[in-house]
T-cell receptor
Framework: DVKVTQSSRYLVKRTGEKVFLECVQD?????MFWYRQDPGLGLRLIYF???????EKGDIPEGYSVSREKKERFSLILESASTNQTSMYLC????????????FGPGTRLTVL | AQKITQTQPGMFVQEKEAVTLDCTYD???????LFWYKQPSSGEMIFLIY??????QNATEGRYSLNFQKARKSANLVISASQLGDSAMYFC??????????FGKGTRLSVIA
């Protein structure tokens, strides 16, 4: 079974803090994704990565950056957290193509005060 | 651009009855894939079923089936013999071309005893 883990289920940060959300997958998947989920808006793609050190912007990259130094790990970085970044963050991975079935982690619910 | 529309924000169904969750899609790409995911209150997205645009038969996975009507651009999820544990958010998603999955806004299903 594919296992995708995220570093925290719940996180509370203050405005202006630098925030790191970590995602790890253990099935040697090529591609990894970060989404945010807000009520009534569904899932929106922030960034994705198709290879180590490679990244592509999704639909809402503003205010975020990512890092993929190792194949199994994909980090989402909020350089200076703001209250409008309070959300549920979901990480996913796919085996070969970015259009394959995505397997998700449990999510991180981030609150920025 | 790809688009997924789920018009039912919420649905109720009696336990042991069947229920259909609607999904329509829009793409100009002749090759695409359609996915359904379940998200229980715990937050994790669970992959349910997949249908490829060239698949001749409707996909089925246990109590889940996908009613694929290509001419109408619809990919409705049918859950047979609903159970209390089916209460969750359900998301329809599509992949087309070389772009990651695009998700609909979801339908909240409540199963009543």
């Amino acid at each position: 079974d594919v296992k995708v883990t995220q570093s925290s289920r719940y996180l509370v940060k203050r405005t202006g803090e630098k925030v790191f959300l970590e995602c790890v997958q253990d099935m040697d998947h090529e591609n990894m994704f970060w989404y945010r989920q807000d009520p009534g808006l569904g899932l929106r793609l922030i960034y994705f990565s198709y290879d180590v050190k490679m990244k592509e912007k999704g639909d809402i990259p503003e205010g975020y950056s990512v890092s993929r130094e190792k194949k199994e790990r994909f980090s989402l970085i909020l350089e200076s957290a703001s209250t409008n970044q309070t959300s549920m963050y979901l990480c996913a991975s796919t085996r070969d193509s970015i259009t394959d079935t995505q397997y998700f982690g449990p999510g991180t619910r981030l609150t920025v005060l | 651009a790809q688009k997924i529309t789920q018009t039912q924000p919420g649905m109720f169904v009696q336990e042991k009855e069947a229920v259909t969750l609607d999904c329509t899609y829009d793409t100009s790409d002749p090759s695409y894939g359609l996915f359904w995911y379940k998200q229980p209150s715990s937050g994790e997205m669970i992959f349910l079923i997949y249908q490829g645009s060239y698949d001749q038969q409707n996909a089925t996975e246990g109590r889940y089936s996908l009613n694929f009507q290509k001419a109408r651009k619809s990919a409705n999820l049918v859950i047979s013999a609903s159970q209390l544990g089916d209460s969750a958010m359900y998301f329809c998603a599509m992949s087309a071309g070389n772009t990651p999955l695009v998700f609909g806004k979801g339908t909240r299903l409540s199963v009543i005893a």
